[in-house]
């Protein structure tokens, strides 16, 4: 199912909620809702900015959220460069994850 662009955009920012078990939660949805749906540039930026959240469980999805993106969605600088700090800084799921999309940002253009 495709998700409307409006609640796509309340998932965005969702992800700034100060619970960590919704913004995990909001950026699981985000990755199955990008598996189907192009993803507005305001929610992949909030997931960009999600990469460097205090919690690693939200920095692993959130990258995995934005790989799923990466084949629908142009991805904007911004969040490249955030793919391209959590490669030198994320835990290991962040930087496979991280890797992944930008492997896959290089392929689709």
């Given at each position: 199912m495709k998700l409307?662009?409006?609640?796509?955009?309340?998932?965005g920012k969702a992800l700034k909620d100060v619970e960590k078990d919704v913004r995990i939660n909001v950026a699981l949805a985000i990755g199955m809702?990008?598996?189907?749906?192009?993803?507005?540039?305001?929610?992949?930026?909030?997931?960009g900015e999600s990469l460097e959240d205090n919690e690693e469980t939200v920095r692993s999805v959130a990258a995995s959220a934005i790989r799923e993106a990466t084949g629908r969605s142009?991805?904007?600088t911004r969040v490249l460069d955030g793919l391209g700090k959590a490669l030198m800084h994320?835990?290991?799921g962040v930087r496979v994850h991280a890797a992944a999309a930008i492997a896959k940002a290089v392929v689709k253009d």
């Open positions: 409307p662009k409006a609640v796509l955009n309340s998932l809702a990008a598996s189907k749906s192009e993803m507005p540039g305001q929610v992949l930026e909030a997931l142009e991805l904007p994320g835990e290991i």
